[in-house]
């Protein structure tokens, strides 16, 4: 590997920012998102605290309702005409979240600690064309990585309740490090291939455990990661700095049993492992990632495992570019070694791996592969061109939507699954065209 991608991979998110100007090849992108803030909500509105069980969590949230992890988010039905939420002192100053009405257009406004935003009106585009006796339906992502909401009530009119909306039966988990959480992204986590990919099927019910610095390997990784997705993806919190102020001594652990087991997981690891920081040798590397295997197989043993090959970057050689590939052989080696036929499922249950480790797995140590069949290969060679790979070593939007739509086809073609969104807003900002009258 060229010397200088070792230095790009250690310096992945020695660069990070929850903040910057969006830029559009080199134009800067107008972001005036309306101010949705409130000072006071109308008396004779109903009010419902964040334990409702009419809201559905999306990705992460703990037991305070703070937000982890990239682009959680939550939905609800809702009677009456309008829609407000109160966010907690545990919210990010500034922090822009993305929400929608219906099959609506996303919209966008920036939030801080104890403020509360009305969000929808009868204003509200599409809002007029909801059908009589229809549930209406509300949506919220937060958009950043590393900045959180914490949701201190839910707002209706008057007369207004919330309604319960069914979830998909589908289920997708998706692990990664900066180029699946969405850093540098024109919208970070609501415009990262794990965003397009899981919104993108359209059925299904998904989460994106992707922070930006974080290895595989559970070490002190990028300087601001104290561990590695081998010790992190088994809490509920992530490696951001807030989180080292929330829960400065023990982050609770995810309770994989009080939720859906995924049906698919992709994961998408190990280029900071790569970086001349940490340095893992592949050898290690691929007996982490055996052992990773291992652990979520344990967690969910029905579970179909996708393996990303990491695309590296790119060098230009004479008059021409060549791509760079990171632990090419070591991630081959990993697929293999899980090669054969299907596993009895539930092999999990009746493994002993499995059965004499901690209750939520999180401490398996074998690197001996459990099982085969379950782990399939996502080779990326040739999905990314050099221009797909923005200034800062991180794929543009493009690049985003090129890895999301051929993971989409991936899927269907490897396990028959439909995809599922047919005409709602997947992307924003991405509406992209020449004028010019064709004659």
């Known amino acids: 590997m060229p010397a200088v991608f070792s230095l790009i991979f250690s310096v992945l998110v020695l660069l990070w920012s929850a903040d910057g100007t969006i830029l559009q090849n080199g134009q800067v992108r107008h972001t005036d998102y309306p101010d949705t803030a409130v000072s006071a909500i109308d008396p004779s509105w109903a ?47 500034g922090n822009l979240i993305a929400y929608r009405y219906g099959g609506e257009d996303w919209m966008f406004t920036n939030v801080t600690a104890n403020t509360t935003h009305q969000l929808i009106t009868s204003a509200t585009p599409g809002y007029n064309t909801t059908a009589a006796n229809t549930t209406r339906t509300f949506e919220l992502r937060v958009s950043n990585w590393a900045l959180g909401v914490q949701i201190a009530a839910v707002h209706l009119s008057q007369d207004g309740r919330l309604i319960k909306l069914p979830s998909y039966d589908k289920n997708v988990e998706i692990i990664g490090d900066s180029l699946s959480a969405g850093q540098y992204a024109t919208l970070e986590g609501v415009a990262s291939w794990a965003w397009g990919f899981g919104e993108g099927l359209g059925n299904v019910e998904f989460s994106i455990e992707a922070h930006p610095g974080i290895c595989l390997t559970d070490i002190i990784c990028s300087s601001n990661n104290l561990h590695g997705q081998l010790y992190q993806w088994f809490k509920t919190s992530d490696t951001s700095y807030r989180a080292t102020q929330i829960y400065p001594d023990n982050q609770p652990d995810w309770d994989f049993s009080a939720h859906p087991a995924a049906d698919i997981v992709v994961i998408n690891i190990g280029t900071n492992d790569a970086g001349s920081s940490a340095n893992v040798s592949d050898a290690e590397f691929t007996a982490n990632y055996i052992t990773f295997i291992n652990r979520v197989h344990c967690v969910w043993p029905n579970a179909q495992i996708i393996v990303f090959s990491l695309w590296g970057g790119w060098y230009q050689s004479g008059d021409t570019w060549l791509q760079s590939p990171t632990y090419l052989q070591a991630i081959e080696n990993v697929v293999q070694a899980f090669s054969g036929p299907a596993a009895p499922a539930p092999y999990g249950s009746n ?51 090129k890895l999301a739509s051929h993971l989409m086809q991936f899927v269907k073609l490897k396990f028959g699954w439909i995809l599922g969104s047919t005409g709602p807003e997947v992307q924003h900002d991405t509406l992209y065209w020449n004028n010019w009258p064709n004659n």
Do not use: M
């Not at 992890?69 to 309008?82: E, H, I, M, R």
């Not at 791996?353 to 999180?362: G, I, K, P």
């Open 47 to 93: 009010t419902f605290p964040p334990n409702s069980s009419e809201i559905s969590y999306k990705g992460r949230w703990d037991d305070q309702f703070i937000s982890w992890w990239s682009a959680p988010g939550l939905k609800f039905g809702f009677s009456g005409s309008d829609v407000a939420i109160s966010f907690g002192n545990y919210t990010d100053n």
């Open 351 to 401: 493994n002993t791996v499995c059965q004499t480790a901690s209750a939520n797995y999180s401490n398996v140590t074998s690197d001996t592969p459990q099982g085969s069949g379950f782990v399939h290969y996502f080779n990326t060679t040739g999905i990314l061109q050099h221009n797909d790979i923005g200034p800062l070593y991180h794929p543009t939007d493009v690049g985003h939507i």
